[in-house]
T-cell receptor, first 115, second 112 residues
Framework: SQQGEEDPQALSIQEGENATMNCSYK?????LQWYRQNSGRGLVHLIL?????REKHSGRLRVTLDTSKKSSSLLITASRAADTASYFC???????????????FGTGTQLKVEL | EAQVTQNPRYLITVTGKKLTVTCSQN?????MSWYRQDPGLGLRQIYY???????DKGDVPEGYKVSRKEKRNFPLILESPSPNQTSLYFC???????????FGAGSRLTVL
């Protein structure tokens, strides 16, 4: 099955700077989601962007989607130490038996925000 | 509080000793799923369930079993655990069609 690939694998920035993470995928999708995972904990949903949308905002988060390039980016503005976490993109392929949607996760970007 | 609860959170066991990781959600979600997370491999789906008595294989089902006898519960069963099943396991759920997953806190399993 396809898997999103995040880039970079790891990112270290100073507090107050912006952090940008990218996700590339291989086939057509219904939507793309971003999740956050604090060390060793469960993932938390951040934002969903549908295939017919190009940009979406939520607080300090900005997500873009380019379906022609099969890529998405997550921008976190004015980062804080509390943003330190791993960030995963997940693509909704809509292929599950029984009519549901399959989410396939990438390998994640580890973000470290230093004081 | 709306949540997905997994137990145990940590477990060390030995090869071949059957174990069950429980998962329960209190949000009346139809869809439930198990993932395993390994370094460099991201999250991979093991099994999923669209509703009671409806389960199907994900990408890495070998060595695992599941059941969905009640809507709220979706246990993961390792009949004969092996060291390659050492991993961090997550249960997740969602409303059917909504597709935004709520995850449990994770269960770290070590098989010696």
């Amino acid at each position: 099955s396809q898997q999103g690939e995040e880039d970079p694998q790891a990112l270290s920035i100073q507090e107050g700077e912006n952090a940008t993470m990218n996700c590339s995928y291989k086939t057509s999708i219904n939507n793309l989601q971003w999740y956050r995972q604090n060390s060793g904990r469960g993932l938390v949903h951040l934002i969903l962007i549908r295939s017919n949308e190009r940009e979406k905002h939520s607080g300090r988060l900005r997500v873009t989607l380019d379906t022609s390039k099969k890529s998405s980016s997550l921008l976190i503005t004015a980062s804080r130490a509390a943003d330190t976490a791993s960030y995963f993109c997940a693509t909704d392929e809509g292929l599950l038996t029984g009519g549901g949607n399959k989410l396939t996760f990438g390998t994640g970007t580890q973000l470290k925000v230093e004081l | 509080e709306a949540q997905v609860t997994q137990n145990p959170r940590y477990l060390i066991t030995v090869t071949g000793k059957k174990l069950t990781v429980t998962c329960s959600q209190n949000m009346n979600h139809e869809y439930m799923s198990w993932y395993r997370q390994d370094p460099g491999l991201g999250l991979r789906q093991i099994y999923y369930s669209m509703n009671v008595e409806v389960t199907d294989k994900g990408d890495v089902p070998e060595g695992y079993k599941v059941s969905r006898k009640e809507k709220r519960n979706f246990p993961l069963i390792l009949e004969s655990p092996s060291p390659n099943q050492t991993s961090l396991y997550f249960c997740a759920s969602s409303l059917r069609g909504a597709n935004v997953l709520t995850f449990g806190a994770g269960s770290r399993l070590t098989v010696l």
